[in-house]
Nanobody
Framework: QVLLIESGGGLVQAGGSLRLSCAAS????????MAWFRQAPGKEREFVAA????????LYADSVKGRFTISRTNADNTVYLQMNGLKPEDTAVYYC??????????????????WGQGTQVTVSS
């Protein structure tokens, strides 16, 4: 089965930047959407950003719009999340997810069938 492996998390100062990567391993696959979610302690896992198969359509949560950019490199099945202007409230474990099914809403965790292990992002003030 396909595995998603996140990397690029770390500790940064407020206003700094990080670039997260999500690499797919295993057999070739082409999900309808790839997305980033995040989860802070005591909170629900929330939608951050999504990108379609071609990379031509992107979606963002209002909280990150204008600061984060999702992109993909299809040649190596990698999805990126460029995070600029980081704020302490961005601190969370960030998860990469794949929506293989054609049904389900893009912002619902239940719509995604494959998940990575998560990478910690901590933003200090």
């Amino acid at each position: 089965q396909v595995l998603l492996i996140e990397s690029g998390g770390g500790l940064v100062q407020a206003g700094g930047s990080l670039r997260l990567s999500c690499a797919a391993s295993g057999r070739t696959f082409s999900p309808s959407l790839m997305a980033w979610f995040r989860q802070a302690p005591g909170k629900e896992r929330e939608f951050v950003a999504a990108i379609n198969r071609s990379g031509g359509n992107t979606l963002y949560a209002d909280s990150v719009k204008g600061r984060f950019t999702i992109s993909r490199t299809n040649a190596d099945n990698t999805v990126y999340l460029q995070m600029n202007g980081l704020k302490p409230e961005d601190t969370a474990v960030y998860y990469c997810a794949a929506k293989v099914a054609l049904v389900g809403r893009y912002y619902d965790t239940s719509a995604y069938q494959i998940w990575g292990q998560g990478t910690q992002v901590t933003v200090s003030s």
